[in-house]
């Protein structure tokens, strides 16, 4: 019986130094989950503000454009073709920085989505939406820039003709 008693003591024993070694491994993920947690987070936060701010440059560049545009007709307007085709350039140059800035709000949407795939938390599913609607938008006034570079390009055209 004595034998049956100190057998049980030693079972219990491991079992107590087991479950304090889940509790402890269990703390430890927690740990590390809640910091995965808070750099997901803080991801998505930066890649969201980073594609609204490439949305912005895209705005920029697409009002770039359309000044160059306006400046390409003046001169088509007088026969300035250097200076019809230096506004045209500057559209076109324009255009190319709002394909960028565009390529770069989408590239930062795709990482904030890909932080969501990892975590479906709230606040990252919100981020990766606004990076979302910030390429949308991005990838549009690249779309305008372009239309304006082309209408430069066409007054020069018919400056030339």
């Known amino acids: 019986m004595a034998d049956d008693i100190s057998t049980l003591r030693q079972e219990f024993a491991k079992i107590r130094t087991e479950f304090d070694d889940l509790k402890q491994r269990n703390l430890e993920i927690h740990a590390r989950y809640a910091t995965t947690l808070g750099v997901l987070h803080e991801l998505t936060t930066h890649t969201s503000e980073s594609a609204q701010q490439a949305a912005k440059a895209a705005q920029f560049s ?27 350039d500057a559209a076109q140059a324009a255009a190319h920085s709002a394909m960028q800035s565009a390529a770069s709000a989408a590239s930062a949407a795709a990482a904030a989505a890909l932080a969501v795939s990892q975590h479906a938390e709230g606040a990252s599913v919100q981020s990766s939406s606004l990076a979302a609607e910030a390429s949308k938008k991005a990838a549009a006034f690249a779309a305008q820039a372009v239309h304006f570079s082309n209408k430069a390009a066409e007054y020069v055209q018919s400056v030339r003709r």
Do not use: D, G, I, M
């Open 62 to 88: 697409s009002e770039c454009s359309k000044q160059c545009l306006a400046a390409a007709q003046q001169a088509a307007a007088v026969p300035v073709v250097e200076a019809a085709q230096a506004a045209a």
